[in-house]
């Protein structure tokens, strides 16, 4: 997709820009802090505080927090307009949610985290975080380099193509004709090295066969008509010296760069290096993630009944991490346990571990308190991001995972995947990061008045069009989306250009509208 160019901004937005800017560069900070170092807490005791009660996208960040996470904010913030934050027009009331909610876990509570890290803020800790980790990379066979990320430029040990070889079918020849015809075979790739070819002379040629020295062009079957009476071969379009030979080094010379680090190993890089001389590439390896879904009230199989609901993370976001480049284990349904939380916290040995649900502050959300138990260092608690507003990012000890807390309902947790894992999985795979982009939305979007909405779009020609059904309960949404829309505080206006998150199968599958619009 092409980037839209920007219109230009008021001073309004140029404020704001720098705004964000600062607030990077404190979430940045943050993340040379050793790991596991104790904050004082407002009663000078050490180690990690408890979160105030938390609601859906609400709750208090602790004083600690506040004073240190960059893009902090004071003061209550009322909820997004809307149910659920939907569009007008969506259906009001959002079906059952995943734990994390008011319907699972805890009362509900509106009141704005003081401290949530500001959006952007957040996702550039992310992926520096990541990018910060140690990189052990290794040495892969092409057949199982795919996927990867190199982490050493690929450099040619060949000239390519190494000899001079003819492109097409049909005649080579030397010197002016018409050419004398000489008997044999001719010549066939894979074949060793010819005997000069005389100038008057012509020879049956196949495409990639090593050409004869003094050979001048190769005249393609096509145009070349053979008096077989005479042995004589004649061109019907005039010949130019070099037509149709691919010389010695057209592609590449022998010790040139041909693919740079950070490139991800597709198909044709696998071809180019094999091509180019290569039998293996130093990669980085695939980050390992855990997932760990949270609720006693999930149900595997089956419809919904009796207060129980079906669990749509687990099936979700396996899949959707591997799009993203990672190796996932199969996720593990831990319950609203908090000695079971912990045990498989302090026993993986997993690159990235994700939570789902547990996030708030309800008598079950277990997530934080187990946190401070085994001594991690919370990152980010809150971002000021709807859906998804209370997500965490922590790293458990020196040398250890990070872990990403998304909430429970669907589509926040969709936010905080795409906010703070995939960054911090880009940064980890050491993958380059996407240009960013924006596209005007075709209608009016409601925003939050001080937090920034992700909202499932769908690309209409050279715009997006939001879609509705984007409560953070629902998924009937993003199901249909290829991307999501990052409307600023206060919304936009139709014809607005806003910032595009691509979904990472959407160049490969088709979309429908259907009739989620």
Request: glycine share 12%; aromatic share 2%.
């Amino acid at each position: 997709m092409t980037p839209h160019g920007r219109d230009a901004r008021t001073a309004e937005e140029e404020r704001a820009a720098a705004e964000e800017e600062r607030a990077v560069e404190q979430a940045l900070a943050l993340v040379g802090r050793r790991p596991g170092t104790p904050q004082s807490a407002p009663n000078g005791q050490s180690g990690t505080p408890q979160p105030a009660p938390d609601g859906p996208g609400a709750g208090e960040l602790p004083s600690t927090q506040a004073a240190a996470a960059p893009g902090m904010r004071t003061g209550p913030v009322p909820d997004a307009p809307g149910p659920g934050g939907a569009e007008p027009g969506a259906p009001a009331p959002n079906p059952p949610s995943h734990h994390g909610s008011p319907s699972a876990h805890g009362s509900p509570s509106h009141a704005h985290r003081a401290g949530a890290t500001a959006w952007a803020a957040a996702r550039a800790l992310a992926d520096r975080l990541g990018r910060s980790a140690p990189l052990a990379a290794h040495r892969l066979p092409l057949e199982r380099a795919l996927g990867h990320v190199l982490a050493e430029a690929v450099v040619a040990l060949t000239d390519l193509p190494s000899f001079d070889t003819s492109a097409m079918d049909g005649w080579v020849v030397a010197g002016p004709g018409p050419w004398t015809v000489r008997e044999g075979e001719g010549l066939l790739a894979g074949r060793g090295s010819a005997e000069p070819l005389p100038d008057g002379h012509a020879l049956r040629i196949a495409t990639g066969a090593r050409l004869p020295a003094d050979a001048t062009a190769v005249i393609r079957s096509e145009h070349a008509h053979c008096d077989e009476a005479k042995g004589l071969l004649h061109a019907t379009r005039e010949v130019v010296q070099g037509q149709d030979i691919r010389p010695r080094g057209q592609e590449c010379g022998s010790g040139d760069e041909l693919l740079p680090v950070g490139t991800v190993v597709t198909p044709p890089v696998l071809g180019l290096a094999a091509a180019a001389g290569c039998d293996a590439l130093v990669a980085a390896p695939r980050p390992r993630v855990d997932v760990f879904v949270l609720g006693d009230e999930l149900l595997t199989a089956g419809l919904p009944r009796e207060g129980l609901i079906r669990d749509a993370l687990g099936p979700m976001l396996a899949p959707w991490l591997r799009a993203l480049g990672a190796e996932v284990a199969e996720p593990r349904r831990l319950g609203d346990d908090a000695d079971a939380l912990r045990r498989a916290l302090v026993s993986s040995d997993a690159d990235l571990i994700l939570t789902t649900g547990g996030t708030a502050a309800g008598p079950v959300d277990h997530v934080h308190p187990v946190l401070a138990g085994i001594g991690a260092e919370l990152l980010v608690d809150g971002v000021a991001v709807r859906p998804g507003h209370p997500m965490l990012l922590a790293r458990l000890a020196e040398g250890g995972p990070c872990l990403v807390g998304l909430p429970g309902n669907p589509l926040a947790a969709v936010s905080g995947l795409l906010t703070l894992a995939e960054p911090l999985l880009r940064g980890l795979a050491r993958r380059p990061a996407q240009d960013r982009y924006r596209a005007p939305v075709r209608e009016e979007v409601h925003g939050h008045p001080h937090d920034t909405r992700l909202i499932p779009v769908v690309h209409r020609d050279d715009g997006v069009v939001p879609l509705h059904y984007n409560g953070p309960a629902m998924l009937r949404g993003i199901a249909a989306a290829d991307g999501l829309a990052v409307v600023p505080p206060g919304g936009v206006r139709s014809g607005t250009e806003v910032e595009i998150l691509d979904l990472p199968w959407a160049s490969a599958l088709p979309w429908t509208e259907g009739c989620f619009t």
